[in-house]
């Protein structure tokens, strides 16, 4: 029995032998056809290029071809992607830094796989110009096929180095002329400069953290704090101010001085020097009005803050000016220091309605030169004058509306009239005449009487009946000055 047993093993053994001897004939003999020397001479030559990099997939062909050449091809472009994704994340780091980071280490998670995503989208644009591709059907075996896709690595280049150090380089010239702006006193074009990197910056690198010898100093600064350094150092040196401390307008809206607003920057040295082509905002914090569409400082960082039809109904009114930051593109992606502004104060003059009639035995007239000599009175005041006629002792309730809607905080009314003139000692030639009359003072829009005094009965003379009632107007001036001037105490108050 243990004989049998051996010479079975012995007889296995035989053929075993005798099967592999023959299959390493039928290989060795397979290896000498013209065809497999042509596949394995092209991919040994290609695989000695330095020139390239390239991918090598191996299937079965396991009933359908097709499947069997889509699954070769799939492996070598994985293969040729992995050989690409190596040299494209060795050329952002090196275009991040100038040197090349060993294991990322020093860079942190989420720029970790910013450079993953840009290298993705770097391998994908090189995938899509493979241009050498060629498949082997029974290589290296019948029954199997060899997918072989390669790239030349200067198209490579094309692609990803030089895009990469292009949008370096342009980033680099960017800040190079911004830093000449400034050095040049062009602080709005340097600040548009700076801006216009830090959105290229974001464009082309994301979050990542490039750093690069700007102005060829010998020393590599990190952009993103190189511009947010650079911004921070121009905002942080620029001042705004106003010719004045208070503005003043009118019942109308209309100013009595228009705002001059400079803008200055403040050098290393302590100089100020003007900031032109500045672009400012301006806004109501009380109160309101019509703004300049645009206010940009001129060639001395100067500007006239023209305001239009300032709401007259408010007693005060509030205007900040600001740098307009949003003028200049992507500021606001950095953190800025604190901004300078300024408060402008408008306060409203002191408006009357200034009503002054003269009834001359029922003839109603207003007396011109007296009423300047009112207006001056209330003019050397800091009060604002608008004149209205009232033909009546007593304002009516219409009247009175009538002066509101002028915007006017008081209603001055001053009445005088006179009796029919009498002939004087039985001259026909002489007349006397009798004239009184009040002044009221009526808060706005209340209509209450704040002030009232009479004007005491005075007696003119004159040739004619008018002459008389016109001498005692005369003769009533100072009184009505007198009490004019109490009335306009008790309006500024």
Partial sequence: MRLLFCLGGITLLVCFQSCTTKAHVERAEYMNTPHYRAADSYLEEMKARTDIYYGEGLNEIDGDIAQAQDRARYQALETLSSQIEVAVRTDIEIILTGKKLKGGKTLTEEVRETVTSRTETYTSQVLTNVKGNRQFIDYPLPGYITYFAYIDKAEYEEKVRRDLEAKRNFLRDLIRTADQDYRGGAIAQALNGYGNAVARLQDFFSNMPVEMDINDTGHSEEVSIALTSRIGKILRSLELRSSEERYFYDASGKLSTTPLISLAYRRETGDLLPADSFPLSAVFIEG?????PSLVTGTYGQIE???????PTYSSTTLVVELDIEAFPSLEKIELPHLPSLIINFEKLKTMVLSLTFSNDG???????LTNSFLSVALGQSLSVIEQHIAKKTPSTTELQRASATNADYLVHIQVETEKAS?????????????????????????DIVFTRNIST????????????????GRMKDQMLFYYREALETIAQ
């Fill in 288 to 292: 309101a009005g019509k703004l300049p």
């Fill in 458 to 473: 005075t007696r003119g003379f004159g040739s004619s009946p008018s002459g008389a009632g016109w001498d005692a107007l």
């Fill in 363 to 369: 003839d109603f007239s207003i007396p011109r030169e």
């Fill in 423 to 447: 002939t004087l000692g039985g001259y026909q030639n002489m007349f006397a005449a009798e004239g009184n009359g009040v002044i009221y003072v009526y808060a706005l829009p209340r209509k």
């Fill in 305 to 311: 803050l023209s305001l239009r039809e300032i709401d």
